[in-house]
C-alpha cells in the first residue's frame, strides 16, 4: 500500500497529524498500563461462556495475549501505521475467524479494552481536561480503525463461505451443477488461451428410481453418498466432481487427454460397485455407467461438450450398464 493510500485510509477513520501527535504524548503511558488493561481484558473473556471454551487451554491463551499485546503496543497505539499494520490487523480479523469467534463478540473485544484504555486515561490526565480529551479521541478512533480493518477479514471469509456453501451439493458434499459450470468455463478459457487439455465424464446411476421405490428415499440418500465418495475416492489430485442432477454426477479432468481420463473412470466404476451401503433388509450395492469426452475442435462450447460426453454416457447404457464409454 503506498503513502498516500495509507494517508487516506487514515483519513478516513478521521485520524489526522493532530491525533498522531496526542498518540505520541500520551504512548509512553499507555505501554506501561497496557499489561493491567489485559489482565482485566482476560477476566472478562474467561467469564464468558463461547471465548472461555476457545481460551481454555492455557498455552493458546498465553500465545493469544502475547500477539494482542505486540500489536497493540508496535501498531495500535504507537501511530505507526504503514502497509504492515493493515495486513497485521486482518490476519488478527483472520485467525479470529477461524477459531470461530463470532463477529459480536470480537467486536465487543475491542469496546471492552476501550472502557479499559479510557479508564487509564482519566485516572492519569483527570488535572488535563484538554489532553484527556484528546487522548480520549484518539484512542476511539485507532481502536475502531483497528476493529473495522479486522472485521475485514470477517466479512470477506463470511461471503466467501457462502460462496463456498452455494457452489456445494448439501447432501453429498460434492460441488453442485453452477460449480461445474463456474469450474468448467474456466477449463475452457485455459484451453483456449494455453491449450491446456481437458476431459469431461458423465456419471449415471444404474436403476437408482428402483433403490428409492424398493429401500426408501433415506436409503436412497445413503446410495448417493456413498456413490459420490466413492467417485472422489478414484480420482486424482485436482479433479473434481459434481452432483449434476437427481441421480447424476460430472467429473472435470484437467490437463487430461481422453485415454488417461477413461482409465481414471474404470477406476472409479470398479470403486462404485465394490461399495455397499446397509439397507433395513441387508446391504446393497449399485453399478454407474460412465460417458467421457475430451475437449477439442469439435467442441467449442460446453455444451457440445456435455452434448458429446452425454451421448457417450448413452453407448454405455444401451450396452447393458456398468461400463465406460468414449
Known amino acids: ?82 502497509h504492515k499494520y493493515f495486513e497485521a490487523a486482518e490476519r488478527i480479523g483472520k485467525t479470529h475467524w477461524h477459531h470461530g469467534v463470532s463477529l459480536t463478540d470480537f467486536s465487543s473485544a475491542y469496546h471492552r479494552v476501550l472502557g479499559y484504555l479510557t479508564q487509564f486515561l482519566v485516572g492519569k490526565y483527570i488535572d488535563s481536561p484538554t489532553l484527556l480529551l484528546n487522548a480520549m479521541m484518539a484512542i476511539q478512533k485507532v481502536t475502531f480503525m483497528d476493529m473495522d480493518c479486522a472485521s475485514s477479514a470477517y466479512r470477506r471469509y463470511d461471503q466467501e463461505q457462502q460462496r463456498r456453501l452455494f457452489l456445494i451439493d448439501q447432501l453429498t458434499g460434492a460441488g453442485n451443477r453452477a460449480a461445474f459450470v463456474e469450474d468448467l468455463v474456466h477449463c475452457l478459457e485455459e484451453y483456449d488461451n494455453n491449450q491446456v487439455p481437458f476431459s469431461i465424464a458423465l456419471v449415471d446411476m444404474d436403476n437408482f428410481k428402483a433403490v428409492n421405490d424398493n429401500h426408501g428415499h433415506v436409503v436412497g440418500d445413503r446410495v448417493l453418498k456413498t456413490v459420490a465418495e466413492a467417485i472422489k475416492e478414484s480420482l486424482r489430485v485436482g479433479d473434481r466432481v459434481y452432483r449434476y442432477g437427481g441421480d447424476e454426477f460430472t467429473v472435470l479432468l484437467s490437463g487430461t487427454h481422453l485415454s488417461e481420463a477413461k482409465k481414471i473412470m474404470e477406476r472409479t466404476l470398479k470403486n462404485v460397485a465394490g461399495k455397499t451401503i446397509p439397507a433395513r433388509e441387508g446391504e446393497i450395492s449399485t453399478t454407474v455407467s460412465i460417458g467421457v469426452a475430451e475437449q477439442g475442435k469439435d467442441t467449442e462450447t460446453a455444451e457440445k461438450l456435455i452434448e458429446k460426453a452425454d451421448k457417450a454416457l448413452y453407448k454405455s447404457k444401451e450396452g447393458g450398464r456398468n461400463r465406460v464409454s468414449v
Open 1 to 82: 500500500m503506498s503513502t498516500y493510500k495509507t494517508r487516506d485510509k487514515l483519513t478516513g477513520y478521521g485520524i489526522d497529524e493532530d491525533t498522531l501527535e496526542t498518540l505520541a504524548e500520551i504512548y509512553p503511558f499507555l505501554t506501561s498500563v497496557i499489561d493491567e488493561v489485559l489482565d482485566k481484558f482476560y477476566v472478562d473473556l474467561m467469564g464468558n461462556e463461547r471465548t472461555s471454551l476457545i481460551l481454555r487451554d492455557e498455552e493458546v491463551r498465553l500465545r493469544a495475549r502475547i500477539a494482542q499485546k505486540k500489536h497493540w503496543i508496535n501498531f495500535v497505539l504507537s501511530g505507526n501505521y504503514h
